[in-house]
């Protein structure tokens, strides 16, 4: 049997797909930090042909993430969605405030 956070999982890839021919990509889906790892076995699960980016970890690792997986050479971005949580949207915006407002 599903559990209740599987079955919204599945509705809102079953969405996307469903909007695949028409979307505007990428997608952003911000969820908690604990159901990340359900958001990436279920896009792999359901939609192995999307290139989706589960965006979390430390400094690091999410520096990592955007070198590796965020653009191409040509600077296009290559994911069509990114799975992150609040908290990191919220570190990432508060970094690049202030590094935007108080550099030299």
Same mark, same amino acid.
Request: proline share 3%.
């Given at each position: 049997?599903?559990?209740?956070?599987?079955?919204?999982?599945?509705?809102?890839?079953? !969405?996307? @797909?469903?909007? *695949?021919?028409? +979307?505007?990509?990428?997608?952003?889906?911000?969820?908690?930090?604990? %159901?990340?790892?359900?958001?990436?076995?279920?896009? !792999?699960? @359901?939609?192995? *042909?999307?290139? +989706?980016?589960?965006?979390?970890?430390?400094?690091?690792?999410?520096? %990592?993430?955007?070198?590796?997986?965020?653009?191409?050479?040509?600077?296009?971005?290559?994911?069509?969605?990114?799975?992150?949580?609040?908290?990191?949207?919220?570190?990432? %915006?508060?970094?690049?405030?202030?590094?935007?407002?108080?550099?030299?």
């Amino acid at each position: 049997m599903m559990s209740l956070l599987q079955e919204q999982i599945t509705k809102v890839i079953s !969405f996307i @797909l469903s909007l *695949s021919s028409n +979307a505007s990509w990428p997608f952003l889906i911000i969820t908690t930090s604990a %159901s990340l790892h359900s958001w990436e076995e279920e896009l !792999f699960r @359901l939609a192995p *042909s999307l290139y +989706a980016v589960v965006y979390h970890g430390n400094k690091d690792i999410r520096k %990592s993430i955007r070198k590796l997986e965020f653009y191409s050479e040509g600077g296009c971005i290559m994911f069509q969605i990114l799975v992150t949580s609040p908290e990191v949207i919220i570190e990432v %915006s508060i970094h690049d405030y202030l590094r935007d407002q108080f550099s030299c």
